[in-house]
């Protein structure tokens, strides 16, 4: 078995509640435009913003997912290239707001959370980072594989 296959198997043990299943739908999305928006309001050294203005904390992390991700799986890694524009332009939205990115991505980060460990209580299992810490990068690759299979998506 491939080691995504694998991986995914692995996180859908802890995943089988249609009530924890449709919460992971909304909140590992949520997390992940999170935590790149935390990353993106850390300030960076001038070096790093004369290679380019846009490149930041945030935006490094979403290349070395993709990097990871690639390595598990193209096709997979490919869907989150998608996944990563698109969070790229909600924070782009998310900077018209009145209120600090950093603010907005935190209190997202705390709600989604909250709402996560209740998915897992409900589901009456422990979220599988607790095992191994690279579950977390395995959430939206759980996600996308559904899409996937869904539309006929080899990965």
């Keep these: 078995m491939r080691k995504v296959d694998q991986f995914l198997t692995e996180y859908g043990v802890s995943h089988q509640n249609p009530t924890n299943k449709l919460i992971h739908w909304f909140c590992v999305p949520l997390i992940v435009l999170s935590v790149i928006g935390l990353l993106g309001s850390i300030p960076v050294p001038e070096f790093i ?16 997912g993709i990097i990871y991700y690639a390595f598990l799986s ?7 290239i998608l996944f990563s524009i698109a969070i790229v332009f909600v924070l782009h939205l998310m900077l018209g707001i009145d209120i600090a990115l950093w603010k907005q991505s935190l209190a ?4 989604a959370w909250i709402v996560q460990f209740i998915g897992h209580e409900i589901e009456g299992k422990k979220p599988s980072f607790f095992k191994d810490v690279q579950f977390l990068m395995i959430g939206p690759l759980w996600l996308l594989s559904f899409i996937y299979k869904k539309i006929g998506i080899k990965y």
């Design 108 to 111: 997202i980060f705390v709600a």
């Design 74 to 80: 193209l096709p997979l890694a490919i869907g989150m």
């Design 49 to 64: 913003t004369n290679i380019s203005p846009r490149l930041n904390f945030g935006s490094i992390a979403l290349i070395v």
